[in-house]
């Protein structure tokens, strides 16, 4: 397949015309689309192909450069009306949700070689100053925050938000282990403690070298509510 038959199964897969999947790539012409099908251009710009890519689900790779599947592997689409109706819809934002990595559970992979699926939401639930394509949405595994964040919570991180703020909730990266924890910094030694809400479980001083800060927690939704 060269672009223009891709963009051509794009459509035809979510049934969309020109200027709809105009609307889904953000295009100020529709002549864009309509040129790439009718082969005038051989390339399409990542300013592009990166709202197809994160409003439809499908694999970038693929729609640049043909390589890989269409749609992730893991992805989870049970119905593809359902999701051109919400990515047409300017008040749902869709944010990358990395089902393989779990808070206090182990890495499982690192986001670079992870395949995220997609969660559709109304962004009301995410503070006014985060923007959506700099936040993360992970699972929670354990009690050791509970009171704030509950067992099987899916949190929401925003990855630019990565420096210290006292009593601030963080996704951290430490010793080959993924931890959701509250960070303290102490004002005499300048060592970060990690806490948890719960308080049967201790908090510990970090001494990893192997250690960063992967993003501040701004949300929280229990699986049941998606």
Known sequence: MNLADRIKHIRD???????????????????????IEQGKTATIKTKYSIPISNKLGINREWIERGIGMMRNSHEEIINTMEIVESALNPNIISIKYYEDIRA??????????CIPAYIQLIPTILPLSSKSN????????????????QDNDIIFIDKNKSQVLNGKIYVVYMCDEVYVKRIFKDPKTKSLILKSDNPIYPQFEVTCEDFKIIGQVIANMNIKEL
């Open 13 to 35: 897969t979510f049934n969309l015309t020109q200027p709809q999947l105009s609307e889904l790539a953000e295009c100020t012409s529709e002549g864009v689309i309509k040129g």
């Open 104 to 113: 206090s559970a182990g890495i499982g992979c690192i986001n670079d070689e």
């Open 134 to 149: 700099n936040i993360e949405a992970i699972k929670v595994y354990g009690d050791s925050m509970t009171g704030t964040i």
